[in-house]
């Protein structure tokens, strides 16, 4: 079965007839910036079984999430989780929503998404590496080769030591 995509605005008239808005991204994602109308329900708090609803087959419901490649990838979860309602995925997401021009709200008092910390952890870590390995001494590039090891465990196995060790700094503390 194929789920429909639908345009923010397109998605705003539904909401505004009385559609349920559903962000499927992560906490620390939906703090920093969301979508007013929005509910959160994370796709791992829907994996572990979580629900809004109950839904019957006139309701509505809208999955988004950042760009649109989670709700795609797991549409048919998503749908499972709401049925049987009908259901439509916001295309391009919380990205496609402020190209639209559509309200968000946005508090940039929260931390980064931890992904994104982990990201931008990695890549400074892995430029250092190289930098010194070729202006200080070579023995720097095991810096590199060490975090690029660490995110191919990571990719592989599931678990992410740098993710766990950001995730108990200060800054990401309620």
């Keep these: 079965m194929t789920i429909q995509t639908i345009t923010p605005a397109e998605a705003k008239v539904l909401v505004a007839q009385g559609a349920a808005l559903i962000d499927i991204r992560e906490r620390d994602e939906y703090a920093r910036e969301?979508?007013?109308e929005a509910h959160l329900l994370?796709?791992?708090a829907i994996e572990s079984g979580e629900r809004l609803g109950p839904f019957d087959p006139f309701?509505?419901?809208i999955f988004h999430c950042q760009s649109g490649t989670r709700t795609a990838q797991n549409a048919q979860k998503l749908a499972d989780s709401v049925a049987p309602a009908k259901v439509?995925?916001?295309e391009g997401g919380l990205t496609a929503w402020k190209k639209d021009a559509q309200e968000i709200l946005a508090d940039k008092?929260?931390?980064l998404p931890l992904m994104r910390q982990v990201q931008i952890a990695a890549g400074s870590l892995v430029l250092a590496g190289v930098g010194l390995g070729f202006g200080v001494h070579q023995g720097f590039f095991l810096?590199?080769?060490f975090v690029g090891a660490g995110l191919l465990f990571a990719g592989?196995?599931?678990f992410c030591?740098?993710?766990r060790l950001l995730a108990i700094m200060p800054w990401n503390k309620p």
């Design 42 to 44: 994370s796709l791992s």
């Design 88 to 90: 439509f995925l916001l």
């Design 34 to 36: 969301n979508i007013p």
């Design 59 to 61: 309701d509505t419901v």
């Design 109 to 111: 008092s929260q931390p």
């Design 161 to 163: 030591g740098m993710a």
């Design 156 to 158: 592989i196995s599931g």
């Design 143 to 145: 810096l590199a080769g």
